[in-house]
């Protein structure tokens, strides 16, 4: 198994609180990726990194910014959570070298705004 | 974006009997993976397979590149199958973004 782990794995919150997800590997994969799932979405893309300091948007980046200091560890924040960010956070990891582009994923965070 | 559509959505089967779940896309892909999704939540990466055919015990999948498919083949299905099983893509012009199927939803009866 990829080494990969989320914390916290379990996180309830108020309204209006900020919220920080951590994920660490230990890879040493250059591409980090945070997705969240909803009933009836499957996974979406929230942000990624394609290394230290470099990060783009995915396709349900708003009210999320991420940050990646280490190649080992890539941080989802929310400014101010709300009731529509509750869902599953998970983290993934990819080498993309040579020919495999394979994703590795972490065990997931729940979040419930409240 | 690129569209997924697995199907069927739903799959219920009795123990020992095989099936196929089906994956559509809609544009040229550079990576496509079969997931399964226990039901603790964990995603367990079952095949990387963007062409040809894989075999990994009980489970095999196909990728037909040309025609936008693949198929992952289940047999002798196993009360350890049952959770969801994602297809995922990678559009060669997206630049690794991941774009996820629904799922389809297997339960494994005894």
């Known amino acids: 198994d990829a080494g990969i782990t989320q914390s916290p794995r379990h996180k309830v919150t108020e309204t209006g609180t900020p919220v920080t997800l951590r994920c660490h590997q230990t890879?040493?994969?250059?591409?980090m990726y945070w997705y969240r799932q909803d009933p009836g979405h499957g996974l979406r893309l929230i942000h990624y990194?394609?290394?230290?300091?470099?990060?783009d948007k995915g396709e349900v980046s708003d009210g999320y910014s991420v940050s990646r200091s280490k190649t080992e560890d890539f941080l989802l924040t929310l400014e101010s959570a709300t009731s529509s960010q509750t869902s599953v956070y998970f983290c993934?990891?990819?080498?993309?070298?040579?020919?495999?582009?394979?994703?590795?994923f972490g065990p997931g965070t729940r979040l419930t705004v409240t | 974006g690129i569209q997924v559509e697995q199907s069927p959505p739903d799959l219920i089967l009795q123990e020992g009997a095989n099936s196929t779940l089906r994956c559509n896309f809609s544009?040229?892909?550079?990576?496509l993976q079969w997931f399964h999704q226990n039901p603790w939540g964990q995603l367990i990466n079952l095949f990387y397979i963007p062409s040809g055919t894989k075999q990994n015990g009980r489970l095999s999948a196909t990728t037909v590149a040309t025609e936008r498919y693949s198929l992952l083949y289940i047999s002798s299905s196993q009360t350890t199958d049952s959770g969801v099983y994602f297809c995922?893509?990678?559009?060669?012009?997206?630049?690794?973004?991941?774009?996820f199927g629904e799922g389809t939803q297997l339960t494994v009866n005894p």
């Open positions: 990194s394609y290394g230290v300091k470099d990060t």
């Open positions: 890879e040493n994969h250059r591409y």
């Open positions: 993934a990891i990819s080498e993309r070298g040579g020919y495999s582009y394979e994703q590795y």
């Open positions: 544009d040229s892909v550079n990576n």
């Open positions: 995922a893509v990678e559009r060669e012009t997206s630049g690794s973004r991941l774009t």
